[in-house]
């Protein structure tokens, strides 16, 4: 066959994602395909003691939309845990790590001690999340230094018990979250508008373009695919999150389970009897709101181009 | 083109081979440990291993390195035997995890890499010394238990009574007082009088309501009494019908606990909280401790403390019952090519007088061996200066005769965990009653989707 | 004309100055709520595990050297090799990891094929499912065909990186134009010298954000490894960590614990520093024009 002129590239898009999809078939594809499989089976250990897999069609999903004898179905409790926990946190996340990316990338504000400030910021990231919990606990504590300047202030006769209320248990989570992730984020958007042309601001500049209209007209359509990025990882994060509620509350989500996030309520059954079958059926779960909420978030943010 | 895919290829192969070359070089980089390279058993047999047909690698899985220590002092190895110890530490459940699989895969792993001895604690022994994953130790050769306290052997034991194991070490536990707080309260510190007045629970209950009066609290937990109702159990969490159901000691505690947080006789706090290990230093208001001698010897720091502690305020004496806490066994896993080994190390921590004389004497442990012990109990040498002078030993071996292991099942340590937990939250006034003890079934529907729970 | 002007200016610098204020403060409120645990962390590792039991203090004490001997020299852990090996695992997931995130955002961005849309939509598919359900799963494949103790089914899999891909795919969308792929095109140049030379370069910052990202991730990651690394000249730091946290009562020490939780920061923190550099240099690197 003769050599056409135009060349169809096509070949080498399927040549580039190979290595992705055969890594992800070899390593993740079988457990994952398994944990759905999963969902449908009674599957879980009794000490050493296998039990199942026993086909048992829908009755793991059933057993999670039953309500309780106080008439209220757990999942959706937690599932509402978990959105409580995630606007708390990453809301102020990303807009503080936004309006942090433009200062530091500004020229008119031309910050000084900028590599200071980036170390700083995402440093609480380095630490592990459960190292990260024991100081918060000693913090916070009913005799430690909070609630010994709260006394000694007079604001509180006696000490508050942060982690009996779940106000202060959702804030102190919310606030870890918010301390760990929030300079991960602003380095992500950073690196967004560090991308963009520098030309294209200079060139709005010398249209007399100030700050904000630069902001909107240049900045802000340009960083979208980057921002877009931001919230959909930062809602799958939220909606998966687990270390710092599970390690802040010894996995109970105190009080009375409304800090338990929808993977602490899935890891309580992978604990001791290894549940594949009730793990599976809440993954399954996860995923599908997951799945509708980023196409949701997907969707609305990318219509406008 | 063709050079391109080439080149691709090239590169995947240079990762690849990054990738697998940084898991086989620390490895190759270290064969100075000879007790982790299992090329060193494929050296001539030595005579010993030869000889009676047995394995050249001795597995040891254990989630600290407490024993490892003991082992290497105490036990010579048989010649041309390797013991390797892999060692997963117990943190988010890793080294159940961890040795779980190794045991479920037991049957299919090589000679060398199977499983021969795995340590447990009495919380989750049962797990493992019910299933078919652990033997019988008779056969092997350990059948003397008449040294060793009795509840050590029954938690080795599966439910027909055959034994699978030994634990090397004895762990009575203590009513631990502030002396200084008995004699404000009591009118004495001296450990046969204050047994005296405590020796049941309405006696201690009556001296908690003295000690409010005084100004002081009983215990820093509600649960710090949790494990001397429990050990001493007349029925099981789970009965013959797989229902759940709380033993009259599991109540008893529950009503006590109930009791002692309206009256303001204890702090609300989980054992290992500030709140609960704050209340030992010399300011303190609490005048009861719960725990064996690591208790006292390492997890009051802050009784210990130089500046803000009260060293030496301190003594224990039996309380309203004998129990344990803690302890760490030795359990035979099925499958093992090292059988005399194993009954040869079980024998030695056991039945070694010479070894566990050493135990006492230098290591700090209460063995498992009674003649020893009593030998420990009546000799001056050990008093105890945190104690004010007393010997603990003269307690804890009388103690640790009663104690009892029994109407134990797999699910005791969810089951005693989440009580706690959740039963905290009422106790605190997060939640109501009824709230708190659903709140405790679904955390054991999570676990255990078999138990029956009541309605 | 010109007093107006002037006017102007000046009121302009106030106002930037007013600005500059109100950032400064922002900047300096949330560094100190972060550096705040990290002195907490430096404070606990000058103590010992007895003044640690009693709870919170502000004053470092005197025990940092003390703390550093006893974790460096423990009999059961051996903190170098740690850091090596945490170090190889990883640095080679994090270059995986975002190489091949590169080159498969480039892939479906680049080119036009059959099941592009199909690739883009699967991928973003499974990045919503949770981590926690394949990581059981896949410990038990390893037990059962005995790959415990390797490397690399902890650092392959991050070949297949979905959150990774996504942000490349999102980062070339804002900043690849596909002018300069054409222009190597007629140059003569190969695809996959291309992607190599030309698209790579420009992904600098992008790339820099990931490695930093993944190297993170991998150094602290705890469950998968605790399970595959038994072996004591194979672990991680966090395996270390924990099992000094399991140590027995004779030997448990939260001195040492935070001593380690310190020196296992370090190294990131270099990384850090030194790949965040590289965002700031991208941007010169980045306005490569074909």
Partial sequence: ?305 | MKKCVSAFLALVMVFALVACGGGSTPAAETPAQPSTTSGSSAAPAAPAAADNGEGKVFNIYAWNEEFKGFFEKYYTVPEGVTVNWIIVPSKDGAYQNALDEALINQADAAADDKVDMFLAEADYILKYTNSEATQDVAPLGVTDFSNAYPYTVQAASDANGVVKGVSFQCCPAALIYRRSIAKDVLGTDDPVEVQALLNSWDKYEAVAAQAKAKGYYMTASEAADYRVFTNNATASWVDADNKLQFSPEVEMWMKQAESFAQNGYTVLSDIWADDCTNQMFKDGKTMCFFGPAWYFNFSMGNAQDAEKGCFGDWAICEGPAPYFWGGTWLLAATGSDNSSMLADVMNTFINNEDVCTKLVKDEAQFSNNQKVNNAAASDDAYASEFLGGQNPNTIFVELAKNIKFENQTIYDQLCNEKLQENYREYLKGSVDKDTALQNFYKAIHEAYPSIILPQ | MTVSDSAESRRAHTQLLVLRIIVYAILIFLSILCLFSFYMLFVNATRTNAQLQGGFALLPRGHFMENLRNAWTDASINIPRGLVNSFLVAGSTAVLTTYFSALTAYGIHAYDFKCKNAAFTFIMAIMVIPPQVSATGFVQLCYKYGLTNRYWPLILPGIAAPVVFFYMKQYMESVLPMEIVEAARVDGCGEFRTFNTIVLPMLKPAMAVQLIFSFVQSWNNYFLPSLLLTKAEKKTVPIMIAQLRSADYSKFDMGKVYMFILLAILPVLIVYIFLSKSIIRGVTAGSVKG
């Fill in chain 1, 1 to 305: 066959m003769k050599k056409k002129k135009s060349i169809s590239y096509a070949k080498w898009g399927y040549l580039f994602i190979l290595p992705f999809f055969l890594a992800y078939f070899v390593f993740t594809f079988v457990p994952q395909a398994l944990t759905i499989y999963n969902s449908f089976f009674e599957n879980y250990r009794e000490g050493l003691t296998q039990v199942g897999p026993n086909f048992v069609g829908l009755r793991n999903y059933i057993q999670l939309f039953t309500p309780d004898a106080n008439g209220s179905i757990d999942v959706l409790k937690y599932a509402g845990n978990t959105m409580i926990l995630w606007v708390l946190g990453a809301v102020p996340q990303i807009v503080i790590a936004l309006l942090l990316a433009i200062f530091f990338t500004s020229y008119r504000l031309r910050i000084r001690g900028q590599q200071f400030f980036k170390t700083v910021i995402y440093m609480p990231n380095l630490i592990m999340a459960s190292a990260f919990s024991m100081l918060f606990f000693t913090l916070f504590s009913n005799v430690g230094p909070i609630n010994q300047i709260i006394q000694a202030m007079g604001w509180s006769d006696v000490p508050i018990d942060f982690f009996a209320k779940t106000v202060t248990v959702r804030a102190l989570i919310s606030l870890m979250n918010f301390l760990m992730w929030f300079g991960n984020t602003t380095i992500l958007l950073m690196a967004g508008i560090m991308g963009i042309d520098q030309s294209l601001f200079e060139a709005a500049n010398l249209d007399g373009a100030n700050a904000i209209q630069t902001f909107f007209k240049v900045t802000l359509p340009l960083l979208m695919p980057i921002l877009v990025y931001t919230v959909i990882t930062a809602l799958i994060g939220g909606l998966q999150m687990f270390d710092v509620p599970q390690v802040l509350t010894g996995g109970a989500g105190t009080p009375n389970r409304t800090s338990t996030t929808l993977v602490m309520f899935l890891n309580n059954y992978l604990g001791s009897s290894k549940n594949y079958g009730m793990a599976g059926a809440i993954s399954v779960i996860i995923f599908i709101i997951t799945g509708v909420l980023s196409m949701f978030v997907y969707r609305s943010l990318t219509k406008k181009d």
